[in-house]
Structure formats: structure tokens, C-alpha cells
């Protein structure tokens, strides 16, 4: 067996997988694993996600993480569908991508992958009136996909690439420290560009097809907090040379916090921001060797003041917006945590923080 086909996946539409799952079963080269990692789905998605999955007949790697109240990050995420991974050369994709039938097959007889080679594929992305089975016909005509082209993806976009693992693991794979979206696939094409002798090829999006299947925007860029998707940015800029990274927040990741662990409980009552926010730094330096169990609930327009008292910068939004804003205060200080699991409901929050 030769290839690795490395997904992620967390809390998405059912039927978006089964059409991803459909564009697999339908390829005329069979000889690929098919990683699949259920990166900490919500439970109303697990049962779901596990019945489909039995229903394909495909060589199948589940990787299944349980519900937890961790924030997504996508380079974690394929770090460990990688490190499980059987076959010598790993494909990374997303769960929107749709494979023309053909696509393995033309790899094995058009493209010579070695270990001095990185490739990187395109796709077309699609509007919502395409009738996605007609792109797994055998008899599929490219005139019939061309009027509901919306774009393709531009050549700065690297998330589609297909990297022998021997490659992957001489930068250790992706950098973990980009959470929630962007810059972990550029990054990783930095890096590899600072390797000696590693040539970088662009398959054309007309010889080796893949679809972006539509879907509404996503939420996830919305809720960034400004400051970090800047900061995630200088990183990468600042770091370019640095071509082996640390995986410092796998463990952070992949361990789940024991039922039997011992907290000291902190329910903050929901007086004023100014607070909050003092209460919130207060018991992290407190308790600085304790594990923290800290629970509090604010208006909206407590919870924007909250925010200004920690120095995160935000728009005008919902109640969700300020509370996952909530995030950076949590990215700013969990490399001074061992774990940690956050929680967040209607108006309430709960943030587990594991010191030892």
C-alpha cells in the first residue's frame, strides 16, 4: 500500500462527509489507507460519524478523540492522524474535497514522488447548485462543472499537499501553536522550503480534479479574536527558519483530564467585569500549584467590558463572539498549564486548568 489519505474532522454536516467519503469509495486506485481523525466532536456528532464511516468499505484508520473542551487545531489534528499513518507517502486533505475518481490513479502513472518532492494540489470551488454525484459518473464532462466554478485556489494556499513522510517527520510535522484557523499549512511550506535538495510542484487543477464542496461561510474566522490572528501571523513570519518544531501542546491535546482529579472549585460571581477580571488573575496566581475549576456567567455588556479589561481586542457581536473571544485569554496563558478543558454554554463558562 502506498498512500495515506489524512483527514480531520469536527462537528461538520453529516452529508458533507458522506460525499467525501463517496469521492473515495469511488476511486479507481484502491491501494490507500483512508486516516480518519474525529478530533473532539461534539457528542450528537460521534454516533453519527461512527454509523456512516461502517457503512463504507474502505481500509480505514479511525482515530476517535472524545468530547472535549478543546479548542480546534487543525495542525494537531493531522500531526496525529500522521504519526498513525501506515504508508510512506501522506496526502492532506479537508472534509470539503471531493476527489475526481481517477485521482490515485493518475498520481501512480503521471507524478513521480520521491523524497525530494512536495507536491501540492488545487480545487475548484463549487456553488451550491452543483449536483455533486454527477462528478463521480464515469462518463463526468468538465464542461458540465465550469458555470458553477466560483474560484480555484491560489498557489499561497497550501492546506492540499501530498509530503513522503520522510519529509514530515524531518520538521516534525506541522507547528501546533496555530489553533482555530490559518497559517499551519503556510508555515509547514516555509519550513520544508529551508530543506536542502526538496523540489515543490503544483498539480494542475484541470489534470488532477478535486472539488471544494459549498457550504456557508464558517464561523470560525469570525470568532478570532483580532489580536491573535495577527499575532499567529508574526509568529509565522519570525519563525520561517526554524524548520524543526516542538510539538509543546500535544500533550495539552491528546490526553484526556482524569475524572479523579482533584480541583479547587472557583465560582465567580457575576458582579462587574472589573471583577471578573481581577478574580480571574488573582486565583491563577493564588493557586499557582493547584488544578483550577473555575466557573462564571456575564451579560453581553459585561462580558465586552471583560474584554476590554483583558486587553483583547474585539467587534461588535453576539454573546458566542465575546465568550469564544474568551479564547486568547486562554491561548495567552496555557503554556503555563499542563492541561486544560474548556467549556462553553449559553452565557456560562467553565475552564478546567491542570498544573501538574
Not at 524531518?170 to 535538495?197: P, V
Request: proline share 2%; aromatic share 18%; hydrophobic share 35%.
Amino acid at each position: 500500500m502506498k498512500y495515506s489519505i489524512i483527514v480531520g474532522y469536527r462537528n461538520k454536516e453529516i452529508n458533507r462527509v458522506k460525499l467525501f467519503l463517496d469521492s473515495l469509495k469511488n476511486q479507481t486506485n484502491s491501494d490507500f489507507e483512508l486516516v480518519f481523525v474525529n478530533y473532539f466532536s461534539d457528542t450528537n456528532f460521534q454516533s453519527d460519524i461512527k454509523a456512516i464511516l461502517k457503512n463504507y468499505n474502505l481500509n480505514l484508520n479511525l482515530i476517535d478523540l472524545p468530547p472535549s473542551g478543546k479548542i480546534w487545531n487543525r495542525a494537531n489534528c493531522l500531526n496525529i492522524g500522521a504519526d498513525q499513518s501506515k504508508n510512506d507517502i501522506l496526502i492532506f486533505t479537508d472534509i470539503d474535497i471531493l476527489f475526481e475518481r481517477n485521482f490515485l490513479e493518475k498520481l501512480d502513472s503521471k507524478v513521480e514522488i520521491t523524497n525530494n518532492t512536495v507536491y501540492y494540489y488545487k480545487c475548484f470551488f463549487i456553488d451550491n447548485k452543483f449536483k455533486y454525484d454527477s462528478f463521480f459518473d464515469i462518463d463526468f464532462k468538465m464542461k458540465n462543472l465550469k458555470r458553477h466554478i466560483i474560484k480555484v485556489s491560489g498557489i499561497n494556499e497550501k492546506g492540499l499537499s501530498i509530503i513522503p513522510k520522510e519529509v514530515f517527520k524531518r520538521i516534525n510535522g506541522f507547528d501546533e501553536y496555530y489553533r482555530i484557523w490559518g497559517f499551519e499549512d503556510l508555515d509547514l511550506f516555509y519550513r520544508m522550503e529551508n530543506l536542502k535538495k526538496l523540489n515543490f510542484y503544483f498539480l494542475s487543477e484541470f489534470d488532477f480534479q478535486t472539488l471544494h464542496q459549498w457550504h456557508p461561510p464558517s464561523k470560525n474566522n469570525i470568532y478570532l479574536p483580532l489580536d491573535w490572528i495577527n499575532f499567529m501571523r508574526n509568529y509565522m513570519n519570525n519563525n520561517k527558519k526554524q524548520i524543526f518544531r516542538e510539538r509543546i501542546y500535544s500533550k495539552k491535546y491528546y490526553d484526556e483530564i482524569d475524572n479523579n482529579t482533584n480541583f479547587v472549585n472557583l465560582n465567580l460571581p457575576a458582579t462587574s467585569p472589573s471583577s471578573i477580571s481581577f478574580q480571574l488573575y488573582n486565583f491563577i496566581t493564588q493557586y499557582s500549584n493547584k488544578n483550577l475549576f473555575i466557573e462564571f456567567k456575564l451579560t453581553k455588556t459585561n462580558f465586552v467590558n471583560l474584554l476590554n479589561k483583558l486587553n483583547i481586542r474585539h467587534v461588535n457581536s453576539s454573546i458566542q463572539y465575546y465568550y469564544e473571544s474568551f479564547f486568547y485569554f486562554i491561548l495567552l496563558n496555557e503554556v503555563n498549564w499542563y492541561n486544560y478543558d474548556f467549556l462553553l454554554e449559553k452565557e456560562k463558562i467553565n475552564l478546567k486548568i491542570i498544573r501538574n
